[in-house]
């Protein structure tokens, strides 16, 4: 069972001048969702990508069960267990459905040979709608079937943590609700370590045990999703609701 | 009818060999975003160790098959060597670098094997078959085209279609973000896609070379052919690619046929100005197919 925790310390990161993270330090525990807040531009995809070796050159520590992953290239981070959700989702639209649950299927089989979770079929019992268009083209699917293709298609590749980039982005309430139960639900099960990067603060909150809240590169605050929900101050300076 | 039925057999052949290099030219622009003018140069090196081998004693298929492997070898070089730095940067300094490499290849294959015309040997009769008593332009050597051109793209397509390995290289070439976050070695993929390239130009080079008369130029006029049936294929897909170089191959043949040869050239040009003009996106794109 997945079992590891990420633990950020002191991540810097910069695009040229501007600098996007500021010794950026957080905890991401299994079994917990811990939600990253901020508004736009606070450096929450940046975090995510600095996470994913996505984001080169960065300072700072990236540790996965105690092992450094600052300086490796994404393909070696995502082989360690690290499932990115990128921002836009990242569904390779020239690809079916069926060939994109199959490239997280290809990860998972390298990184666990024999004990597997997460199956296809399982995917497609999860995803209705997926298994009904596994031979389409991705780019025939809506927004909401888009973040269940990656989503499975991250469970698939079997990892250790989730980083998920504003999964609810674009998508209608219900779907959106449906989804975070998803995430929930996998979390208790699995013991996923799950970073959860959201506009969408209070939604957040209503399913994270945690939160870290970002403002221009900083964490500005850090503690159970319940205070921070509760604390109006930050809610009406950095929150939004 | 005679003339006519000689006209399109002849460009058939022929457009087979532009399909196979207008597929070369596919594969690297699709995973790189990069138009490998050197594709041609790469292609007459390696049909020139072929012809050293061959005229040392060995036989053609042995010369054949090395010079497939050299261009595999080739290819992989190319990109891990060469290309590998420009890659990701500016677009013009990739074209720089091909044109580059293009120019010192030929240099290269004018020392190493001298600047003079040489003949190159075919494995089949350059004669054509006879039916009901006339002899048309379709030789067995044609066949042997056709057919190894067919065989190397129904490799690819079951590479592509079938493996795990064609689905990370599909993956990686349109989109090297998300294939990297899943775990494919993009650079890997990468260094493949330009040795297979390397291999289907290589194909297409020994099969022009062959019964023919090779020099380190001889290629140089099958680039601008098998670009403008990329072009006209869209340059996005490698079923394109394989249709604008038989519709190429048969257009010239008619333009040679029965305009003269002297045109043909001319003609591969206003064919490209033609369908840069009309469909930009090559023949058989999809309106508004890439909506972004
Ligand atoms: N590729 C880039 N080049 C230069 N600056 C960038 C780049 N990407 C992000 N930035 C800058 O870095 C800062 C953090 O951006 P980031 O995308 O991480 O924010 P975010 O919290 O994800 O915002 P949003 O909620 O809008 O997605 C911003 O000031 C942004 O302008
Ligand atoms: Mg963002």
């Known amino acids: ?241 | 009818m005679q003339q006519f039925l000689n006209v399109t057999l002849g460009g058939l052949a022929q457009g087979a060999i532009y399909a196979a290099f207008a597929l070369a030219l596919v594969l690297i622009w699709r995973a790189t975003r990069i138009i490998n003018f050197a594709q041609g140069a790469m292609a007459m090196f390696t049909t020139y160790l072929a012809l050293v081998l061959i005229e040392s004693g060995q036989s053609y298929w042995t010369g054949f098959a090395v010079a497939l492997a050299g261009g595999l070898v080739l290819g992989a070089l190319v990109e891990r060597v060469v290309m590998r730095p420009v890659e990701g940067g500016p677009e013009l300094n990739a074209v720089i670098v091909t044109l580059g490499l293009f120019v010192a290849l030929q240099a290269l294959a004018a020392i190493l094997f001298g600047a003079t015309f040489q003949s190159f040997p075919a494995p089949f009769g350059l004669r054509g078959f006879t039916v009901g008593g006339t002899t048309i332009a379709f030789t067995p050597f044609s066949v042997f085209v056709i057919g190894s051109v067919v065989v190397v793209m129904l490799g690819l397509v079951a590479l592509f279609r079938f493996t795990d390995l064609g689905l990370r290289m599909r993956a990686s070439a349109f989109s090297q973000e998300v294939a990297r976050l899943l775990g494919v070695r993009v650079g890997r993929m990468l260094t493949l896609g330009w040795a297979f390239a390397a291999v289907v130009g290589s194909l297409a080079g020994l099969l022009i070379a062959g019964g023919n008369l090779v020099h380190p130029a001889y290629m140089d006029a099958v680039i601008v052919y098998g670009f403008v049936a990329a072009v006209l294929g869209g340059l996005e897909s490698p079923a394109g690619a394989v249709a604008g170089g038989l519709i190429i191959g048969l257009a010239l043949s008619y333009v040679s046929g029965y305009l003269g040869s002297e045109l043909v050239t001319l003609a591969a040009l206003a064919i490209l100005v033609a369908v840069l003009l009309v469909r930009p996106h090559g023949l058989f794109s999809r309106v508004a197919e890439r909506r972004v």
């Open chain 1, 1 to 241: 069972m997945a079992e590891a925790e990420l633990e950020v310390r002191a991540l810097t990161a910069r695009y040229g001048a501007v600098t996007a993270l500021d010794t950026v330090s957080l905890r991401a525990r299994p079994g917990e969702i811990t939600a990253v807040l901020g508004a736009n531009g606070a450096g929450k995809t940046t975090l995510l990508r600095a996470v994913s070796g996505l984001v080169r050159g960065s300072d700072g520590s990236v540790l996965l069960g105690g092992r450094e992953l600052a300086g490796a290239p994404a393909e070696r981070i995502a082989r360690a267990g690290v499932a990115h959700v990128p921002e836009g989702r990242g569904v390779i639209t020239e690809l079916t459905v069926e060939e994109n649950l199959r490239l997280g299927e290809l990860l998972g089989t390298t990184r666990r040979k024999r004990r597997r979770v997460h199956r296809l079929d399982g995917v497609y019992e999860m995803f209705p709608a997926l298994g009904q268009r596994r031979r389409r083209e991705a780019n025939s699917l809506s927004g909401g079937e888009r973040q269940m293709l990656v989503i499975g298609r991250a469970l698939l590749s079997e990892p250790e943590v989730l980083l998920l980039d504003e999964p609810s982005l674009g998508l209608a309430p219900r779907v959106v609700a449906q989804i975070f139960t998803l995430i929930r639900e996998l979390v208790d099960r699995e013991g996923l370590t799950v970073l959860l990067v959201e506009q969408n603060a209070r939604s957040a909150l209503s399913i994270a045990d945690t939160g870290f809240v970002l403002n221009l590169g900083r964490v500005v605050a850090n503690d159970s999703a319940a205070a921070l929900a509760a604390d109006a101050e930050l809610r009406h300076s950095y929150l939004g609701f």
